[in-house]
């Protein structure tokens, strides 16, 4: 009995690849999300004889993208299509008073409604208050769960209209990796493009995300589409959706280090001190 040299072998796993590449079927498990394709070729002998031919099966895991798990029902509504747990964070706000020099920031507001409910607050203040990467809102969402956005300005303690992401003026959208900002001018290319938003819009001026995210984009001060200040950057939001909560291993407080939940965080990772104190950092992560 002869095994096949690692030459044959490797021709065999290049005319394997050629089938998956010609169109034959993969397997493909949606329960696992990875980054990268990944997967195991398998042979049905250990050992192969001279002139026989073995079984190879392959299984191979593609990445996920957002529309496999959400569905974006224009302009901004998020309709679940499985369970799975969605962040909130904040990317950046910029509303500011006109006619004063220095530009004078105005606080904004955002909002989060689940099935049509009320609509809860994430967020209140301007751009000194966003905390970037820090989650506003985690939650176990379920199939056909709806999820909509809303925000508002407050100037000298008078809120503006309240625009949420269900409404047909558009004020609120929800785009995709690759799309464009449905603006009437190339905002990636404009004077005013705010540097909160611009990592996240390529060379092209198309949104750059990762593929299991979304980013709602709110305009809050202007309701003409056609003029330049209609630039949908007051409020920007980034959702990301996970099979897995996100725990960070100490609680699931927002700054990563512990001490207002005995037995869990310890004082924080590697024993450092919680900034936050006695205060208890998971008020807004939802179960």
């Known amino acids: 009995m002869k095994t096949i040299p690692r030459t044959a072998l490797t021709t065999t796993l290049i005319a394997a690849s050629a089938l998956i590449s010609s169109g034959t079927p993969p397997v493909k498990t949606p329960s696992l999300i990875p980054a990268v394709p990944v997967g195991v070729l398998s042979a049905n002998q250990n050992v192969v004889q001279t002139g026989t031919n073995p079984v190879l099966t392959w299984n191979i895991l593609y990445p996920s993208k957002v529309s496999d798990l959400v569905v974006v029902q224009p302009p901004g509504t998020l309709l679940l299509q499985s369970s799975m747990y969605v962040t909130v964070e904040m990317v950046g706000t910029s509303v500011t008073k006109t006619g004063t020099a ?24 301007t751009q000194a208050d966003v905390k970037p990467a820090a989650p506003l809102y985690t939650k176990k969402v379920e199939p056909n769960n709806k999820i909509d956005f809303g925000g508002n300005y407050v100037e000298n303690g008078v809120s503006g209209p309240f ?13 995709v990796n690759g799309d464009t900002p449905p603006t009437t001018f190339p905002l990636y290319q404009s004077s005013t493009l705010g540097n909160h938003l611009k990592p996240f819009l390529n060379g092209a001026g198309k949104v750059n995300i990762g593929p299991l995210s979304v980013l709602v984009l709110m305009e809050l001060g202007q309701t003409n589409h056609n003029n330049r200040g209609f630039d949908l950057q007051d409020q920007v939001l980034l959702v990301t959706f996970s099979s897995k909560h996100p725990n960070n291993g100490n609680g699931n407080n927002l700054d990563g280090v512990d001490s207002s939940n005995p037995g869990k965080g310890h004082g924080g990772p590697n024993g450092m001190i919680d900034p936050s104190g006695g205060v ?8």
């Not at 220095?102 to 203040?125: D, K, M």
């Not at 625009?163 to 785009?175: E, F, G, H």
């Not at 208890?280 to 179960?287: A, H, N, S, T």
Request: proline fraction near 7%; aromatic fraction near 8%.
């Open 163 to 175: 625009y949420t992401s269900n409404s047909a003026n558009r004020q609120i959208v929800t785009l």
């Open 102 to 125: 220095p530009s004078t920031p105005i606080a904004t507001e955002a909002r989060v409604s689940l099935n049509g409910g009320s609509y809860e607050q994430l967020f209140y203040g």
């Open 280 to 287: 208890d950092d998971e008020i807004k992560m939802v179960p």
